[in-house]
């Protein structure tokens, strides 16, 4: 197997360290070669090719890399994948099933919770933790458990009444 950084630099330094991760990424074990440096974010998206982990600051404030680790919603950018080694990690491409889409994205979809798009993993990732610990939540749970992904495009009022609308549907089907 070849390293990331081979895939990404075609002639990388040999003096370069890397380390094997595994981790369980939308429930298939998944290894890699990676530079101790890498960002989970990028290995997701230019390692792995699940290209819905977006980065749109690599500081922490857009959201756009927001994934689920262990259960808990995280902004990738700011996360070494070497730190996601032996860890369960979660990115958009693991709500949907090859049939149907999950209720969240069911919600965006219904109450036009997105524009460019840009934002929208990171916006349903973030609203899957909430749903995942508050299956009935208020308006002001939503848009504080929302406050850490930026939306250029909506507003934000119809990305909170995609996680109610999301909320209700999962209520409805008895799950979280």
Not at 19 to 33: F, L
Not at 62 to 90: N, R
Not at 138 to 158: F, I, K, P
């Amino acid at each position: 197997m070849t390293s990331l950084y081979e895939e990404i630099s075609p002639d990388p330094p040999d003096n370069v360290p890397v380390r094997r991760v595994t981790m369980t990424v939308n429930g298939e074990k998944r290894a890699a070669d990676v530079e101790p440096r890498l960002l989970l974010a990028h290995l997701l998206r230019y390692g792995f090719m699940l290209t819905g982990t977006h980065t749109g600051c690599d500081t922490s404030n857009c959201g756009a890399c927001t994934v689920l680790f262990d259960g808990k919603a995280i902004k990738s950018c700011t996360m070494l994948a070497v730190q996601a080694d032996g860890h369960d990690v979660e990115t958009v491409e693991g709500l949907a099933t090859a049939s149907e889409l999950h209720p969240i994205q069911e919600g965006f979809k219904h109450e036009h919770g997105l524009q460019c798009g840009f934002c929208t993993p990171g916006m349903m990732l973030a609203a899957k933790a909430l749903l995942d610990e508050n299956d009935d939540p208020t308006e002001d749970e939503v848009r504080w458990a929302m406050s850490g992904n930026l939306c250029r495009c909506t507003g934000y009022q119809n990305i909170v009444k995609s996680v109610l609308w999301a909320a209700e549907k999962l209520r409805a089907e008895g799950r979280s």
